[in-house]
């Protein structure tokens, strides 16, 4: 199943350094090496809420699936002319599957998300927070599939499940190094791995599982861009998801600089294909 999703609106950087002198050094090199924040234009953080009688995003027999998302891209800087040109240059092998390098290649810049996440309810829920990741090719579009006679939800890029009691609040932050390797993991699935759902999945990862390994392509894209989001699985016959909510801050740390700064034009980002993922029936 896929879904349809809205390109998100532009947004800001800004940079938040200890002391003038710190500034000063950072802006001489021309390297980002402290993080920074990205914004939307309206304010400092990301929020999200399911909307008050929001459609489920699935229907079952057995299973009803809400969801909200929201989609955050980065303010990268645009390739000059020279510079797009020569990213087609060489030996094809070197970027497939890809009809090109990337421009944002993975190590250029490294992003992290902390986030709040909150049960509005009064009755104690699980809530899952998910990201999936947009690079400069594709865009990982996670659904619902048939698998025999189960219906199973397509793990998300990044996903983690949490159970709070009525009202509670709890703060996480998902780390850098998380964010790589749902980059990793994207490009791996894009580029013929059999089982998407085996290969995102967090305990699954591809420094050390050779069943991702033989896939990762020889350059990964860096993402462009994530869709941030609240999954709640209810029983059959719900018609509204329990109320919840979710405030972020992306920062990203940019020792490549290929990120702009507040006031200066980013690159419009191509449009990215959507890959829905290959799930396979065990035997």
Excluded: K
């Excluded at 929001?54 to 009803?64: D, S, Y």
């Excluded at 995102?200 to 591809?206: E, H, I, K, L």
């Amino acid at each position: 199943m896929l879904f349809a999703l809205p390109r998100g609106g532009r947004m800001r950087l800004g940079s938040r350094s200890s002391t003038l002198a710190v500034a000063s050094l950072l802006a001489l090199a021309g390297c980002h090496t402290d993080r920074r924040y990205v914004t939307p234009e309206e304010g400092a953080t990301w929020q999200l809420a399911f909307p008050e009688g929001a459609a489920p995003f699935f229907t079952g027999e057995e299973l009803t699936v809400f969801l909200v998302e929201q989609r955050i891209e980065l303010p990268v800087r645009p390739p000059t002319d020279e510079e797009f040109g020569a990213l087609s240059a060489g030996d094809a092998t070197e970027f497939t599957p890809y009809a090109r390098r990337p421009w944002a290649a993975r190590g250029d810049y490294e992003i992290q998300i902390d986030f709040t996440l909150s049960n509005l309810d009064d009755e104690p829920q699980r809530i899952a927070v998910t990201l999936n990741g947009i690079n400069e090719f594709h865009e990982y579009v996670p659904g619902v599939s048939v698998v025999g006679d189960e219906t199973v939800v397509d793990f998300s890029g990044w996903e983690r499940t949490y159970a709070l009691d009525p009202g509670e609040r709890i703060q996480v932050t998902i780390r850098e190094e998380e964010i790589d390797e749902v980059a990793v993991d994207l490009a791996t699935v894009v580029n013929g791995a059999p089982n998407s759902n085996q290969v995102v999945f967090f305990q699954n990862q591809s420094s050390h599982d050779p069943r991702s390994q033989m896939y990762i392509p020889p350059i990964v894209p860096a993402l462009v861009g994530v869709r941030l989001g609240l999954r709640i699985e209810a029983g059959e016959g719900a018609t509204e998801a329990p109320p919840a909510a979710l405030e972020a801050v992306v920062r990203v740390r940019d020792p490549e600089d290929r990120v702009v700064g507040t006031g200066e034009e980013p690159w419009v980002l191509p449009q990215p294909a959507q890959f829905a993922p290959v799930v396979v029936e065990e035997e």
